[in-house]
Every structure is written in C-alpha cells, then in structure tokens.
C-alpha cells in the first residue's frame, strides 16, 4: 500500500514496485484515507508519507502500530530530521525512505520488509 498527498509520487512509487514484481493493493492521498484502506486492505507493506493532510504520517504510523503491532511500515520523508526518523523507528517503522528515491531504495525497503520477522 501506498500513503501520500502527492499523485506523482504514488505513481512513481507503484511504477517501481510494479517493476519489482510487487502489487500494490491500496493507494491513500491522506491521513484519514490512509487509515480506511490500511484497515480494509490489510497490505503486507506501507509505505507511508510523514507529511499528509488531515493526519501526518507519525499520528498514522501510531495508530496503526497499536492496534497492528506486527504491521510492516515503511515511511517516507522529503526532509531528513533524525530525531523524527529515530521517533518512528522507536514507535514500530521498519525503515525510511528519503526524498528523492530511487528504485534500489525502494525495492530494497520493501524486500528488508519481508524478510523482516
């Protein structure tokens, strides 16, 4: 699953991961659709924008890690703030993405996914 504000960026992310062989099977524009299609869809993986309308991508991650505490988040972020980053890894992220991206980090981030327990 993909959450992020921007159709560029959805697009070129489900671009590379369709390349990679993976399906995306939801794609979210906000915080509030985010959680309505995490919880209806289930995917194996988010990758999850820190900066979204309605609910940023931490109050997000958040709530999904307390009611899915196995659930395999991704996040993505166009500004590096180690204390952030370091905060969503201590909340249940798995790994981050910076802005711009490209299709080794992305397929990277998604195969560490899975292979993690």
Avoid at 8 to 22: A, F, N
């Amino acid at each position: 699953m993909i959450a992020d504000d921007s159709e560029l960026v959805r697009s070129t992310l489900k671009e590379m991961l369709e390349i990679g062989k993976h399906q995306v099977v939801s794609e979210a524009v906000d915080g509030v659709d985010t959680l309505e299609k995490f919880n209806s869809t289930k995917p194996d993986v988010l990758l999850l924008d820190i900066a979204m309308p309605k609910k940023d991508g931490v109050e997000i991650l958040v709530h999904i890690m307390k009611s899915n505490p196995d659930a395999k988040v991704v996040m993505i972020t166009a500004h590096y703030d180690m204390e952030l980053i370091e905060n969503c890894i201590k909340i249940g992220a798995l790994a981050y993405i910076s802005k711009p991206f490209n299709m080794d980090d992305i397929l990277h981030s998604i195969s560490y996914a899975f292979d993690e327990k």
